[in-house]
């Protein structure tokens, strides 16, 4: 168990739909990070947040936006979504801002249908 | 533009014999690396990392070795287990430390007993 946990597990929904990931990072951890994992590719980097700002932005949709709240748990919002959005959401943690050693959590299994 | 490559998608070894995984980079400015290990349903779980002023880091069963000229790096595990089955993922990071780390597809590990 990493620490990280992420809600929900299993998601399925309808194209053109709005979703909310939500990831709770280990005790200590300032940094979240958000990746996608499609079928047959790696974790692609979409965004981090350190201590409540926005750090560094990798291959986000305009469709995507996230945030870090005061309580240091984060948001993945996915709006108008698409079947390619199909994947799973991993979220991870870190101490520090820099991309050092990050813990995953569990993901979320997203099916758009 | 895939910067971090595994190029075997997926590996048998027998119990007990040495397994070696394999990870080709393009960016000569990736300053540390990671292996992640991944089982189903789980998120990835950090395995060990190496600095790129070292060639070589061990940890138990596990060794990274860097190759900087070839931009070459693999993981050894000796003796493989039936446990270490997994899906390794190879992560490099280049300075400054907030730039994002940069995955690899994966290789899919089976220790046959």
Known sequence: DSGV???P?????????????RCSPRSGDLSVYWYQQSLDQGLQFLIQYYNGEERAKGNILERFSAQQFPDLHSELNLSSLELGDSALYFCASSVLAVADTQYFGPGTRLTVL | DQQVKQNSPSLSVQEGRISILNCDYTNSMFDYFLWYKKYPAEGPTFLISISSIKDKNEDGRFTVFLNK???HLSLHIV???????AVYFCAARRPPGNTPLVFGKGTRLSVIA
């Open chain 2, 69 to 71: 000229s070839a931009k």
């Open chain 2, 79 to 85: 003796p493989s287990q039936p446990g270490d089955s």
């Open chain 1, 5 to 7: 946990t992420q809600t």
């Open chain 1, 9 to 21: 597990k299993h998601l399925i929904t309808a194209t053109g739909q709005r979703v909310t990931l």
